[in-house]
């Protein structure tokens, strides 16, 4: 099976900043690869899709980019409303149906 | 507006069987695929099972191979997920999920879970 492995498992920034995410898989997915956020006690929410594609209503301050094992989730100028996890997923190979990272959870500094 | 909500959920022994559903509406339910996806209490996300549109294809992920069946009722626009042999480490948050968008395979629209909790 295909792991997915997200670095770092934490982040602090401050609101203005930029940050990036990274997310590799064990073995290549082409661009088969979505990011989500998470707040606590919500569902989770599909941000990008295809590796690089803004879900629609996502803010253009978030983008994606990366192909075969290696992806970033980038947060170009970080709102309040941004701090939250954020998991990689890939749904290239299956079964299993879909792999998560283990998460990024992105904190205020 | 698509919309999943989950039920079933609750406090349950080691060993235990729970069958949880989740409704959907706002969608042609019958035509798409369906998930069921958990997270432990502070911890990550993890598929747990996979239903085709007809039912004729189903997975599982390893943990719970044996233990959970996945099903679905088209007539009724409702997904399930009998849980046998629950153990502690099924203690999670149980989302009923849905990729809706027709060629793409990432889940889009989650339900708002419902927790099971395993403990004695």
């Known amino acids: 099976a295909i792991r997915m492995t997200q670095s770092p498992s934490s982040l602090s920034a401050s609101t203005g900043d930029r940050v990036t995410i990274t997310c590799r898989a064990s073995?290549?997915?082409?661009?088969?690869l979505a990011w989500y956020q998470q707040k606590p006690g919500k569902a989770p929410k599909l941000l990008i899709y295809?590796?690089?594609t803004l879900q629609s209503g996502v803010p253009s301050r978030f983008s994606g980019s990366g192909s075969g094992t290696d992806f970033t989730l980038t947060i170009s100028c970080l709102q309040s409303e941004d701090f939250a996890t954020y998991y990689c997923q890939q749904y290239y190979s299956y079964p299993p149906k879909y792999t998560f990272g283990q998460g990024t959870k992105l904190e205020i500094k | 507006e698509v919309q999943l909500v989950e039920s079933g959920g609750g406090l349950v022994q080691p060993g235990g069987s729970l069958r949880l559903s989740c409704a959907a509406s706002g969608f042609t339910f019958s035509s798409y695929e369906m998930n069921w996806v958990r997270q432990a209490p502070g911890k990550g996300l993890e598929w747990v099972s996979y239903?085709?549109?007809?039912?004729?294809?189903?997975y599982y992920a390893d943990s719970v191979k044996g233990r959970f069946t996945i099903s679905r009722d088209n007539a009724k626009n409702s997904l399930y997920l009998q849980m046998n042999s629950l153990r502690a480490e099924d203690t999670a948050v149980y989302y009923c999920?849905?990729?809706?968008?027709?060629?793409?395979?990432?889940?889009?629209?989650w339900g708002q879970g419902t927790l099971v909790t395993v403990s004695s």
């Open positions: 073995q290549g997915i082409s661009s088969y």
């Open positions: 239903i085709s549109s007809s039912g004729s294809t189903i």
């Open positions: 295809a590796a690089s």
């Open positions: 999920a849905t990729a809706t968008v027709a060629g793409r395979d990432e889940i889009d629209y």
